[in-house]
């Protein structure tokens, strides 16, 4: 593409003075991760990749399915046929609409064990997640290293968030020491509107692109939220570190540390996270052999295996989704039986 071409893709952008030539350069050049991309995550690499963004890096552990079309917006009707992993299926429907930018998905599950690897090079990382765990892990990770990151939360018709400017505004700890009541609510327990989801990405987009246009002093310095339904909106100031804060204040770091997480259990929805095996799996050759035992069905990325009353999906990575069970024992032993221990 012709740098006249470049030009035109962005005209609109560049038209407004924020952005400016300069600012679209700056988008061009940087790098930024996704850490999830299910509902807020579609929104944000949606409204990023169209903007121009270089480099995103998309870090997803989960498969598409049906009831996330109500409001994943990047995803269709084939990928869920398909289970494709979201970060496959998010890749593909990016380079459809700009093929000029580049994506790196990433098929796993953010831990304390690959958080330094999935999140090198990157200038600010975006919260697509669905829990406190992961995020806290981020803020860690954040506040060592002094990179910026988003917090976006959206449940039912509230949603919420903060730019975590490490050094100079609150962090996640700051605001809450501990995961805040109602955090384990998910989105399979309380619902979720997607209007909620893309009112939040769309701020948290809008801060994005100051920040990596230079255009620091716009940044908002508060923890915005809205309930949509309920007509309410709050903002706490969050413009400077809490003192004595674990994180920012004290360093440390105790979720970058938080190893052997055994099993999670994941959005409410009957299923159990296997991903203490890191051991590679052949899709192809695992299939054959789960052949006799119940129905199965794998492509390039996962691997589905259906026994009565149970569906286990397996990635390449050896790591499992197990639905039909929260019985961490029930799950394990089905793994070891067909998967090996
Ligand atoms: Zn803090």
Sequence with gaps: MTSLELEERYSRQML???????????????????????????????????????????????YVESSNLQRQSLFDESDAAESLPKAIAAARKIAAFNSQIVVEPHIADLNPANIETLLAGVK??????????????????????????????????????????PGKTACLACIFPESPRGALATCE??????????????????????LLTGAGDHLRHTLL??????????????????????????????????EGRPHI???????????????????A?????????????HNDFVLKFWQEPYEMTLFPDGRAIIKGTTDTAVARSLYARYVGS
């Design 16 to 62: 407004f003075p924020g952005i400016g030539a300069e600012g679209q350069r700056k988008l061009a050049q940087a790098r930024i991760a996704m850490v999830g991309c299910g509902a807020t995550g579609s929104v944000l690499a949606s409204l990023l990749g169209r903007a121009g963004v270089g480099t995103i890096r998309i870090i997803d552990r989960d």
């Design 124 to 165: 600010l990382i975006l919260d697509g997640t669905d829990n406190f765990e992961t995020r806290y892990l981020m803020n860690d990770y954040a506040v060592k290293f002094s990179l910026p990151w988003i917090y976006i939360a959206a449940l039912g018709s509230y949603c919420a968030t903060l730019n975590v400017l």
């Design 189 to 210: 327990t309380a619902g979720i509107l997607n209007s909620v989801v893309n009112l939040v990405a769309s701020l948290a987009a809008t801060e994005a692109l100051k």
């Design 225 to 258: 939220s809205f309930d949509l339904w309920g007509n309410e909106r709050s903002e706490i100031v969050a413009d400077r570190p809490r003192l004595g804060c674990r994180a920012c204040g004290q360093h440390e770091f105790v979720h970058l540390t938080g």
């Design 265 to 283: 259990t994941l959005c409410g929805r009957n299923s159990v996270q296997i991903h203490e095996h890191h051991r590679p799996l052949n899709l």
């Design 285 to 297: 050759q695992m299939s054959e052999r789960l052949q006799p035992h119940g129905a199965v069905r």
